[in-house]
């Protein structure tokens, strides 16, 4: 009898902890563009919150991009204290074989004033392709992502601002055979649909007189809820089109 409760008790155990891994990771990392804000930034929203209502209880997204952060400076941060912090050490711990990363850089590569931050075109590539090969070591699977648009228009038309960086993404994922959504290709013409002046319904501007913004804010680089909304979206229309195995667990359109 006593062997019998001893053996019942085990299997419940190994049941909850079957159950407990019963659901897919999505890690995002990345920048302020992705990443989750709070209640003081508001309206400012990150892709990845909106993101992370898209799926069913089988998915959970872990959003885990970083204002103001690159491919740098995301696995060699410098802390108040003069301390490095290392953000991508606990992700690679904790993947999953099966588990998704999706590597959104290019906003703050782009920074090579800013030594700590700043990344040649060469050290880019060679950052992303270390993310890719410890997501691989683990079983996950890595996805990249081109940095998302900026709302720059001049003489009326929409200006790319990435430079090259989105340039060296595809090329990692043609040489690697990695997936790779073209973020900032489907988030030109997102704006471009909405045009010079209704695309700031897409970005952070708040006239004055806001809680957050008293004096109000003109941001194009950032999203409001509505812009990360829809930039969302376009990350779940590029899931489907690359036709990953998540795209079952999509509740979106």
């Known amino acids: 009898m006593k062997n019998y409760v001893l053996l019942s008790t085990l299997l419940i155990i190994l049941l909850f902890a079957f159950k407990q891994q019963e659901y897919t990771t999505i890690y995002i990392i990345g920048d302020s563009t992705a990443a989750n804000k709070d209640k003081h930034t508001f309206p400012e929203t990150g892709w990845g919150m909106a993101f992370a209502k898209m799926f069913n209880q089988q998915v959970k997204v872990d959003n885990r ?3 103001g952060r690159s491919s740098k400076s995301f696995k060699q941060d410098m802390g108040k204290d003069g301390s490095i912090i290392n953000h991508w050490e606990p992700i690679f711990e904790n993947l999953r074989r099966g588990d998704y990363v ?28 270390f993310y890719i090969n410890q997501t691989k070591e683990k079983g996950g699977i890595p996805v990249l992502l081109t940095p998302i ?32 959504i073209d973020m900032e290709d489907q988030t030109t013409l997102l ?3 909405y045009g010079e002046e209704g695309s700031k ?18 941001d194009d ?33």
């Not at 999706?102 to 392709?129: A, C, M, R, Y």
């Open 149 to 180: 648009a900026r709302r720059k228009f001049e003489n009326g038309v929409l200006i790319k601002t990435h430079g090259q960086y989105p340039a060296v993404i595809s090329k990692i994922a043609r040489d690697m055979q990695i997936p790779c």
């Open 201 to 218: 319904k897409l970005f952070l501007h708040v006239d004055s007189g806001d809680m957050n913004y008293p004096q109000g804010k003109k």
């Open 102 to 129: 999706f590597i959104q850089f290019g906003h703050n590569d782009e920074k090579v004033d800013k030594p700590n931050l700043g990344t040649s075109l060469e050290e880019f590539e060679q950052n992303l392709i």
């Open 191 to 193: 704006v471009r649909s």
């Open 221 to 253: 680089t950032h999203l409001n809820t509505f812009g990360a909304n829809e930039v969302a979206k376009l990350v779940a229309k590029g899931i489907r089109e690359l036709q990953l195995p998540i795209q079952t667990n999509l509740i979106v359109k």
């Open 65 to 67: 991009a970083l204002n």
